[in-house]
């Protein structure tokens, strides 16, 4: 399964080396050191950057906000290719080009494990003074990030990238009756 990972690595380039930058842009607004920056590396960081373990705030920030920012482009460049694709039915370069480019944002937007077990543990940790408040609101994006970063270990969110491709198109036109 490591094979498949660097693979589906190499292949959605674009978006592990966005991945890689929004993390160390990310490491050093919470001033954590990065100890390695190489964006394509040959093992299991590739798409990430190497770094300390965060503090509380940091290990938030290192998790939630380059997933969204990720997520985000992914679904508005996805957007423009998946209708022509999936909605309406034509094909030309320029959409599967954006469509290419937003998978592949989608693809490599979960964080990794140990950046994620991280923010869990400052969240839900034995020594953890998080409020009640904030532990209910995160529950279930935590977890979608904790799954998210599993599904990648193994290379298998390009699967979930696609689907997000996909249905998104259709999602939006749920808010446009008449069409797009």
Known sequence: MKTLYKIIKYITFPGALLKGFLEQLFCRIY??????SEYMQDNELCGHVEHDLAGKK?????????????V???????LPG??????????????LILFYVGVSFLTNAFPLEDDVLNMWDHLYGKDSDA??????FLAIPAAVLYAGSYLEKYGLTILTGFLCGWGFPYLVALFFPSGL
């Open 31 to 36: 001033h954590i050191p990065v100890t390695n």
């Open 58 to 70: 940091g290990s938030f920030g290192i998790a939630w906000f380059p997933h969204i920012i990720m």
């Open 72 to 78: 985000l482009l992914g679904l508005f460049i996805a």
């Open 82 to 95: 998946g209708i022509n694709f999936f909605y309406i039915g034509t094909f030309d370069v320029l959409s």
């Open 131 to 136: 409020k009640m408040v904030s532990k209910i």
